[in-house]
């Protein structure tokens, strides 16, 4: 985590540093040890070849023939005994076998390389050895506190340059470094055949002439620093997007790395494509004539999908595993990735210094910026490819929350739906759509947005949308939404409806043996439950402080056999010890529900996949979510997720 050092040219509270910050360790925490074990290989390597010469120097003298040697010795005299020696006396008294010169030849070859190829890794010409990525940056953000002296924090190379071009200088470095990366690994290559006695020039040295990354093993591949391009969406999006477009259809494996600020922030925050309608600023004002940008937003996550030869991430910061897993996942796939990331700029965005993450997480709830993995290598079909998980409430257009406020001198909640709106509204640029009405102005022609949205356009006419908030004294009151919010919440509606059909979410079709394996298991758990509660008398089934999902009853550690033979245990929660930090509501409300003291219960265990019982694990401030073991082991990542949900049981 500590060799990204400083950046301190960047924003206060600057988002794009943090996801630069979380790469560069995920990659450091990838090669250090894979790198480390293969200098020892290397090591290895030098070590035998060194032996195999020495073995052939001395084949001819056998040392188990003591009468010959004390008459070598002795034919010696009083001269010094070397090898030379002897083996001149053997070759004078019986001949001996030449050695292979062109063997010889190889072998001393082959050392050398290796002892420069574990010199290049250990120490190399900055004492540090080899690095562990390389990175070409677009002019930008990125590239200002990226270089701003004495303060670069990046522990290996790195090169700025033209706006348009990174992704396009990306691809002839990578070609140039896979070459050096070559000649390192068919030093490897070679050795190990000559140790298995297995070398043969007329059939190996063709090879080797057009050995290149192509014909790299997955193991060597995991050796290669990636070349990583790095972008604002500016640099990405627009001006440079010909670029990226070019390399994701390359089918190279480089990273793209895009700082998604929805603005060109550098040069002054600038209308950009990725930007969402409605927002104000530089190039999209806000006036009588325009009320801010015109355009919808671009999705490149989807454009790059469109590609067919590319892994996309779209993650934020709010949700820290599941970018890093897309980080892992993409660094590990031998296909260009485009890592498509939030990150909010303070002074464009109009939030405080330390908001970052906060927006982030409004941003990723209110479904302005959902998050999505893309992988072409799980299948054929989008639903195969497409992973929206990590989500909240997927089965909804919109995520539940609590607003808080105080009346007559009381606490008060009433549950609302998170709508782009309202994460809209906690920001500056977003802020001249907003007029607040005081409640002496309410009336019936007013209608909360999540509503207003969902009519049609004639039934519309005379009604005011309006969202719900607090003023400063936590007083219930009403936003009034002008039309480019409620367009701009249209449109976050309508893009996570079609991110829904590309998963498959939702989809309610199930096979007949789908039907037959599922009523097995619930007949087998219920089974097993009325004997647990039978062996524990009818009230031993509630232990203290345990909340039994619905399916499980018995004492919430039941378990039965599924269809496919492996053991199910039903999940369940330490009631009693949650802290209400609504993490596991906001993964799944259709799963997690609170209960009249306002502690979380598993409402049903049914309700979503497996995963979402491990994430919920995961998040959980208090540690008390018990994912159990899933009956239902058709998912294809099932056995990830089982082992991951292992510790929490």
């Not at 050795?191 to 990354?213: C, I, K, M, Q, V």
């Not at 997955?218 to 391009?229: G, S, Y």
């Not at 993409?330 to 296909?335: D, K, M, N, V």
């Amino acid at each position: 985590y500590m060799s990204f050092a400083s950046g301190d040219g960047a924003c206060l509270g600057c988002s794009e540093k943090t996801v630069v910050h979380l790469f560069v360790a995920t990659v450091e925490a990838l090669m250090q040890p894979r790198i480390k074990q293969h200098v020892t290989h290397i090591d290895e390597l030098i070590t035998k070849l060194k032996r195999a010469v020495q073995a052939q120097l001395v084949a001819e003298i056998d040392l188990s023939d003591s009468a010959e040697i004390s008459k070598i010795v002795d034919g010696i005299g009083d001269g010094d005994v070397t090898l030379a020696g002897i083996a001149g006396k053997i070759e004078a008294d019986r001949g001996s076998e030449p050695i292979d010169p062109q063997w010889l030849k190889r072998i001393s070859r082959l050392v050398g390389e290796l002892e420069k190829l574990k010199w290049n890794y250990t120490d190399g010409t900055t004492g540090t050895g080899r690095s562990k990525m390389g990175m070409l940056n677009a002019t930008g953000c990125t590239s200002v506190w990226g270089s701003t002296y004495p303060f670069n924090p990046y522990p290996f190379p790195w090169a700025n340059h033209l706006f348009q071009d990174t992704a396009s200088l990306a691809m002839g470095v990578f070609e140039g470094h896979m070459a050096k990366m070559a000649e390192g690994f068919k030093a490897i290559r070679k050795a190990e055949l000559e140790l298995a006695g297995d070398y043969r020039p007329s059939e190996h040295d063709e090879f080797f002439t057009y050995f290149n990354w192509q014909s790299f093993s997955d193991e060597e591949f995991k050796l290669c620093p990636p070349v990583v391009a790095v972008g604002g969406d500016g640099a990405m999006y627009d001006i440079g997007f010909q670029n990226l477009s070019r390399m994701m259809m390359s089918g190279k494996p480089i990273k793209a790395l895009v700082g998604d600020t929805q603005v060109s922030s550098n040069t002054g925050g600038q209308a950009c494509t990725s930007g969402f309608f409605g927002q104000v600023s530089d190039m999209a004002q806000y006036g009588k004539a325009i009320g801010g940008k015109e355009e919808i937003r671009k999705e490149i996550g989807l454009v790059g999908m469109a590609h067919r030869t590319t892994y996309v991430l779209q993650g934020a910061i709010s949700n820290a595993s599941h970018m890093i897993e897309g980080f892992i996942e993409g660094l590990l796939t031998r296909r260009p990735a485009l890592f498509n990331l939030y990150t909010s700029c303070q002074p464009e965005h109009g939030i405080g210094d330390d908001m970052g993450e906060h927006q982030a997480r409004l941003a990723v709830e209110s479904r302005a910026y959902p998050l999505f993995r893309y992988d072409p290598d799980k299948g054929r079909t989008a639903e195969e490819c497409f992973d929206l998980s990590g989500n909240p409430d997927m089965d909804a257009h919109w995520p539940s929350y609590d607003l808080k406020y105080l009346k007559n001198g009381r606490q008060m909640s009433m549950q609302l739906p998170m709508t782009f709106a309202d994460f809209a509204m906690t920001e500056t640029r977003f802020r001249k759509h907003f007029r607040m009405a005081p409640p002496d102005t309410w009336n019936d022609k007013m209608v909360p947005l999540h509503e207003f949205i969902e009519m049609d356009e004639d039934d519309r006419d005379g009604l005011y949308p309006f969202i719900w908030t607090v003023d400063r004294k936590n007083q219930l009151t009403r936003l009034l939404v002008a039309e480019p919010i409620v367009r701009s919440t249209e449109d976050r509606r309508d893009f996570w409806i079609m991110l829904r059909g590309l998963a498959g979410v939702g989809k309610t079709e199930t096979s007949v043996a789908d039907i037959e394996k599922n009523v097995r298991r619930d007949v087998a758990q219920k089974i097993a439950a009325g004997i647990l509660r039978f062996a524990d008398g009818e009230d031993g089934a509630e232990l203290a402080g345990i909340e039994i999902a619905p399916a499980a009853a018995g004492n919430g550690l039941d378990q039965a056999p599924d269809a496919d033979g492996g053991d199910h245990m039903a999940p369940w929660i330490d009631t009693d010890e949650c802290t209400a930090c609504d993490e596991c509501i906001k993964i799944n409300p259709a799963m997690f529900e609170y209960n009249a003291d306002k502690k979380a219960v598993i409402k049903d265990p049914n309700a979503g996949p497996y995963s979402d019982l491990v994430k919920a694990a995961e998040k959980c401030t208090a540690e008390v979510i018990h994912p159990g073991m899933p009956g239902d082991r058709s998912a294809g990542d099932i056995d990830k997720w089982i082992a991951r949900g292992d510790k929490f049981n």
